[in-house]
């Protein structure tokens, strides 16, 4: 009687597994810690944590900018993508607007929908798992105001192309806000697949989001950040949560940024391992630091693996699997073999 009767209808957000002694592949984290700078950039904030953070986080807006070869104004953070994601949400739609998003794919989509009391619109991936623009701007309709796009597709770890994406923004109003999710950007190496920063300075109607859970490990102090319409931005501001990314935060973020080159190198180990172990187990091509297993028997794999020593994340479509080194790779493959050989 004290809350919203529609909050019932809201699925609950499920994070990764959790047990002591297992390794944990279900979460998407990265093994590698923050680098020493970032670590001892955080320790220092830490200890003014007394005082509050900026709350525009001016340094790390003026270090981002110029990272996307954009003004300041192009650019706003978050506590993580996850929660731009939802203040995009805030910020357009609300009782009897319409949130367009694949599905399956980022799991908090529609919970955001539900949350501003907008309608979510789940529009099926093709059957090779990747985002159906064709299908999505079919979907759309007087009500849409907003359309998530996930790339590469959480949890399929597909990607849309260029072509693709263009031909989408044609056949959708100008009107519609389009959300372009690169949460999994750093571990992209195909070309032909649209990238944020070269898209929103030809359509003001497109925000990209990315973030520093992944490739850059601060997946736990919370940052992220979206960019491009300077209107858009300002908007996602208005509904932020006032000292929403902490001094610890911003800190790790400028310090990791500073040293970008040297951490995205991490990332080609990743790259290798998910090719290596897509090939063992016989799966398509990631560009994400997972890979998907379509099977309807998700639930029964994952507990078999369990069993074995390994968590990873399982959908009612298929496992999704963190790939991290090489070392990690070995105890995998190694618990695969022993569950389903």
């Known amino acids: 009687m004290y809350v919203r009767e529609d909050l019932s209808d809201i699925p609950s957000y499920v994070p990764g597994k959790q047990l002591k002694d297992a390794l944990k592949l279900s979460s998407n984290e990265v093994h590698s810690p923050p680098l020493p700078a ?7 904030a830490a200890a003014g944590v007394n005082r509050y953070p900026d709350p525009s986080a001016q340094a790390l807006i ?3 900018a110029e990272h996307l070869d954009l003004s300041p104004a192009h650019v706003t953070v978050g506590a993580g ?10 910020a357009t739609a609300g009782t009897g607007d319409e949130v367009v998003f694949p599905w399956r794919s980022f799991e908090a989509y529609p919970i955001y929908a539900h949350v501003t009391g ?13 985002n159906d623009l064709v299908a999505m701007a079919q979907a759309v309709t007087e009500r849409t105001k907003l359309i998530f796009v ?3 597709n959480n949890p399929t770890g597909t990607t849309i192309t260029e072509k693709e994406f263009e031909a989408f923004l044609a056949a959708i109003p100008k009107t519609i806000l389009v959300a372009l999710d690169e949460a999994y950007f750093e571990y992209v190496r195909t070309t032909d697949t649209p990238i944020a920063t070269e898209i929103v300075g030809r359509h003001p109607n497109v925000i990209g989001l990315r973030t520093f859970s992944k490739a850059y490990g601060l997946a736990g102090v919370r940052v992220g950040y979206a960019f491009g319409n300077p209107t858009v931005i300002e908007a996602l501001n208005k509904v932020a949560l006032p000292f929403a990314v902490s001094s610890v935060a911003q800190a790790g973020a400028l310090a990791s940024l500073d040293a970008c080159d040297e951490l995205l190198s991490r990332t080609e180990e990743v790259v290798e391992q998910r090719t290596r172990v897509a090939k063992k187990l016989g799966l398509a091509a990631s560009e994400s630091n997972f890979v998907w297993v379509p099977t309807p028997k998700a639930q ?22 963190t790939v991290t080194n090489e070392a990690e790779s070995d105890v995998l493959l190694s618990a695969w073999q022993k569950a389903f050989s």
Do not use: W
Not at 38 to 44: N, S
Not at 303 to 310: F, I, T
């Open 300 to 321: 029964l794999m994952a507990a078999e693996l369990m069993k074995h020593g390994v968590i990873v994340r399982a959908f009612p479509e298929g496992l999704r699997i």
């Open 118 to 130: 907008a309608t979510p619109v789940a529009v099926p991936l093709t059957d090779d798992g990747r």
């Open 150 to 152: 996930c790339n590469p």
């Open 62 to 64: 003026r270090a981002l």
């Open 81 to 90: 993508s996850s929660a731009l994601c939802q203040q995009l949400v805030q």
């Open 38 to 44: 970032a670590v001892e950039a955080m320790a220092l």
